[in-house]
């Protein structure tokens, strides 16, 4: 069986992370199957190759999408081709499972919405599973972009939306559908792993940028103005209160920009930036400090699923719901958040790191990950058995 997982890469650490918790259910619910990656200018051959993924037959370039006309190619050929090169076609695909975490809607081009629904016409035609894993879908405004994914969405498998408002905006598309589930983000099943750089985390408050929201696909604009100065009073406010501030890159060199940018106005001149490549490792510094004030989604859900204490700031319904998930949405920030507030925030979540009512969130949102890969793997079992 090949299985693709779609949607992931190697350098936002987020969509890599989902990348590796896919990978671990794939081994336990599917452990002979074969993983297929497809190539983009942030998953390049090598990382694919480290995993031992087969390689997709790229046949999409700007807006021609010829992957419909892949089964043409002769059998005999395509097999030749994986055996010795590792390639594979549309066709040769059993399972998709789109782990894009938040590629359509609104603030995103509608190309997205349009490979998406191309790949769920092909796949259905073929009998095969495409399967939505849990992200953040909408708002859909647009009303081409609505009146296409309205016809293409009720073919997917199943589709996972992660959070009460993705529920809503894909149900006002296609109405109450079975194939229609919401579930949390599943990385909380993921264990971190702590490198040996990392030591004193006890002491350590990391500060994790985001350049989007400085960004027009910021919904909330006024953080353009605020959010640097946000992230150095976070900064000097850590050192203030006996902590050291650490500078944590989640995602390429516009989140490094944002770091050197906050490094260079904070007070302390030699501000630690850790730009960690290994997702697990990332995972496993976030649980090793003592709080975590941080703008990527993520880095967000490492936090709290790990009960380390968590500020977050926002630039899209997502955080709000994932913080109402954990029971913490007073530990959103928001833009105009002074020194003082800051400090009283802070104080707050670390006084509150034990809080029972927290755990109890914590276990059943993993209790509801485990749930979500069980009926997956159902859905699987019973399409490629009709």
Avoid at 24 to 50: G, M, T
Avoid at 88 to 98: E, T
Wanted: glycine residues 6%.
């Amino acid at each position: 069986m090949l299985i693709e997982v779609r949607g992931v890469q190697f350098v936002n650490k987020g969509a890599e992370l989902m990348l590796y918790a896919v990978l671990e259910q794939i081994k336990q619910h599917w452990p002979d199957s074969r993983l297929v990656l497809a190539p983009n200018s942030n998953s390049p051959y090598e990382k694919r190759a480290v995993l031992g993924a087969l390689q997709r037959m790229p046949l999409r370039k700007g807006g021609i999408d010829v992957n419909r006309y892949s089964r043409f190619v002769p059998k005999r050929l395509r097999r030749w081709l994986q055996s010795h090169f590792g390639i594979v076609f549309a066709c040769d695909i059993d399972v998709v499972l789109d782990a894009s975490g938040f590629a359509y809607g609104d603030q995103w081009t509608e190309g997205n919405s349009k490979f998406l629904c191309a790949e769920l016409h092909h796949f259905v035609r073929m009998n095969k599973a495409y399967i939505l894993l849990p992200q953040a879908f909408g708002p859909f405004s647009r009303d081409s972009e609505a009146a296409r994914l309205k016809l293409a969405l009720p073919e997917a498998t199943l589709i996972c939306a992660r959070d009460e408002s993705s529920f809503d905006h894909v149900q006002k598309l296609i109405g109450d559908v079975p194939n229609l589930v919401q579930f949390p983000d599943f990385t909380n099943l993921v264990t971190g792993e702590v490198p040996s750089y990392f030591k004193g985390g006890e002491k350590k408050v990391l500060i994790i940028p985001n350049s989007n929201m400085l960004s027009t696909r910021n919904n909330y604009g006024h953080w353009q103005t605020t959010y640097i100065g946000v992230l150095v009073n976070a900064v000097n406010l850590s050192m203030e209160l006996g902590f050291k501030p650490v500078l944590l890159n989640h995602e390429g060199e516009a989140d490094a920009q944002v770091c050197r940018q906050v490094a260079k106005l904070s007070a302390p001149k030699d501000i630690e930036i850790i730009t960690e490549l290994d997702p697990l490792k990332v995972k496993g510094i976030i649980g090793a400090s003592k709080a975590v004030i941080c703008s990527r989604f993520h880095g967000c859900v490492s936090a709290l699923s790990q009960g380390i204490p968590c500020l977050g700031t926002s630039w899209s319904h997502k955080y709000e719901r994932l913080f109402e998930e954990y029971g913490q949405l007073d530990a959103l920030l928001p833009a105009d958040t002074n020194f003082e507030q800051l400090q009283e925030k802070l104080q707050q979540v670390i006084n509150n790191a034990n809080n029972p009512v927290f755990a109890a969130k914590r276990k059943y949102l993993e209790q509801q990950s485990n749930l979500m890969w069980q009926q997956v793997a159902a859905v699987v079992r019973q399409k490629l058995t009709i």
